[in-house]
């Protein structure tokens, strides 16, 4: 009797690409919002009102989702769902090769966990506190890219079932 029969077959049911891939797309923004989280407040807000400056030198047009503060607002909750979406995509991915479990709950929750984390990494650093709304904001950029990899890798299989 095998006693772990999830590692018998770690190939999953089609092809994806390889594992490396997901393992960087996990680590990547794990690795990124580490570090974020470790800056303090004065860091953290002018390093991102720079990149929004730029932007906004780029493209000027942008005043019209908002003033300077809303749109600062807006940039850092799109990095947030951002970094996430790229961890909900790494992580399905890794999923992929495991058969034991569902990928979908599994990612959330995983994400979740991440989140909640990176929420409490930040209530060390000077001047920033843990919020909430960011928990559930990076939560659904996980949701969002899982569902975006299953899309995908559904598309991907129709494809292959219909080659003669």
């Known amino acids: 009797m095998n006693v772990r029969p999830f590692l018998k077959n770690r190939k999953p049911f089609y092809k994806v690409p390889p594992l490396p891939l997901w393992i960087f797309l996990t680590v990547l923004p794990l690795f990124a919002t580490f570090c974020f989280s470790a800056q303090d ?29 809303q749109l600062h607002r807006l940039l850092r909750k799109a990095a947030h769902f951002s970094l996430y979406f790229i961890l909900g995509c790494g992580l399905r991915g890794m999923y992929t090769y495991q058969r034991r479990f569902p990928a979908a709950p599994c990612v959330i929750v995983a994400g979740g966990l991440c989140a909640a984390l990176d929420e409490f990494h930040q209530r060390f650093s000077a001047g920033r506190a843990p919020a909430l709304t960011d928990v559930g904001l990076d939560t659904c950029g996980v949701m969002t890219g899982c569902l975006f990899v299953s899309l995908l890798f559904l598309l991907f299989r129709k494809r292959l079932a219909r080659r003669p």
Do not use: V
């Not at 860091?43 to 019209?64: N, Q, W």
């Open 41 to 69: 407040a004065a860091h953290s807000g002018s390093l991102s009102m720079e990149i929004l400056r730029a932007l906004l030198r780029r493209f000027p047009s942008l005043y019209a989702f908002g003033s300077a503060a």
